[in-house]
């Protein structure tokens, strides 16, 4: 086993969290079926992300990690334990008993989706664990279903349990770190993970998304956390086509500077890879290189502030095309390789426009987010 490598996180028992399809056509007087249309969170993205990997020769660049199913122990250091009941009831077709919580229309549970879920939360633990041990120098763990989202009793947006907060407890618990930051660059705000952390100050929660996108007025800039977790919360809201310059010059200019004063032990990421020109859930406008960039520069910060030791977790990504490109670009910097992998759109103009962007309402977001945060910290 060799310290400098990236380790990787993937098990077919996340395949087997099926979303199901769309087909409903509501009107306002009558209903009426079409074509099936894959649920935008569809195992298919994940498919064939793997399969990309394997096929450009990457899978084989990195030191497996194995997934397990974590213990409802773990799970319960956020989530309910009358939750985590009543999601294995409903995943297996039955009631959940009592006020047990709340899972939302578009999160679709499956015979698979208990165990799936499961086995995220505990392959997000498990990197962690070949990170701390020194197995791996940092690790990459395609997750499925994602988690950020999920709240303590309630599934939301596509999330079960909550990946990231349970992979930073298990840092805090196993291995006594005192200071993990959480960088999560999925367009959509991590609503759960904030929650997790709002009153600890030693989880710094840097959140970038397209502002008040989903959910609904989450991650905005006034929510700082709260007691002796003020400050400790930094929301980064953006606006629709911030691309690949603008997402760069968030993290030079405040998400870097964050991390360097913070000193984290640990740096876990929340990648969602929906921030890209080709999602149909989202207009962020980023590249496979805007994302290579991204994780450039997250190496760098936890060169400087902890050893290396970084986690990247899977959280969005809709565009079955895309994603894969997209995954592969991180992992790529990740593993420190160029296998020269053509971007999938190279030759339309629009991807250069993606790369070059960079808006004054952009500049604009910047300039106040950093003069919002300069409350608690120095940019």
Not at 103 to 128: Q, R
Not at 344 to 367: F, R
Request: hydrophobic share 40%; proline share 4%; net charge negative.
């Amino acid at each position: 086993m060799c310290a400098q490598q990236t380790g990787f996180v993937f098990d077919n028992y996340f395949l087997a969290h099926d979303a199901g399809v769309q087909t409903k056509v509501i009107m306002r007087d009558k209903t009426f079926e079409m074509s099936p249309e894959a649920h935008p969170s569809a195992a298919s993205i994940t498919q064939r992300t793997k399969e990309l990997l394997d096929g450009t020769g990457l899978t084989a660049q990195m030191l497996p990690i194995a997934a397990r199913a974590a213990t409802e122990d773990e799970i319960a250091v956020y989530h309910t334990r009358d939750y985590i009941r009543g999601v294995r009831a409903l995943a297996a077709g039955g009631p959940a008993q009592g006020t047990w919580g709340y899972i939302d229309e578009e999160t679709i549970l499956s015979p698979g989706s208990f165990e799936a879920a499961l086995y995220a939360a505990g392959g997000a633990a498990n990197a962690v664990r070949a990170v701390m041990e020194g197995t791996v120098r940092n690790a990459y763990a395609l997750l499925r279903p994602p988690g950020h989202h999920a709240e303590r009793n309630k599934a939301l947006g596509f999330c079960i349990f909550n990946n990231a907060v349970i992979a930073a407890h298990h840092a805090r618990k196993a291995y006594g770190v005192e200071k993990v930051m959480i960088v999560d660059w999925d367009v959509h705000h991590g609503n759960g993970t904030q929650d997790a952390f709002y009153e600890d100050a030693n989880v710094l929660f840097v959140s970038l998304h397209q502002h008040n996108w989903y959910p609904e007025l989450s991650g905005e800039l006034d929510q700082i956390g709260s007691g002796s977790g003020t400050g400790y919360t930094v929301n980064i809201p953006l606006p629709p086509g911030t691309g690949d310059r603008g997402y760069c010059a968030a993290f030079e200019q405040l998400v870097i500077p964050l991390g360097l004063q913070f000193r984290p032990q640990l740096i876990i990421i929340s990648a969602g890879h929906d921030a890209s020109w080709l999602d149909p859930l989202a207009r962020m406008m980023m590249t496979m290189d805007g994302y290579r960039r991204l994780t450039e520069l997250m190496l760098g910060l936890a060169e400087e502030a902890c050893g290396g030791r970084l986690v990247v977790l899977q959280e969005g990504g809709y565009s079955t095309a895309y994603v894969p490109y997209c995954v592969a670009a991180t992992v790529e910097a990740l593993i420190g390789v160029d296998l020269g992998i053509v971007d999938l759109y190279a030759t339309a103009p629009e991807l250069q426009h993606c790369k070059e962007i960079l808006t004054q309402e952009t500049l604009s977001a910047l300039q106040e987010a950093r003069a919002w945060h300069k409350r608690w910290w120095y940019l």
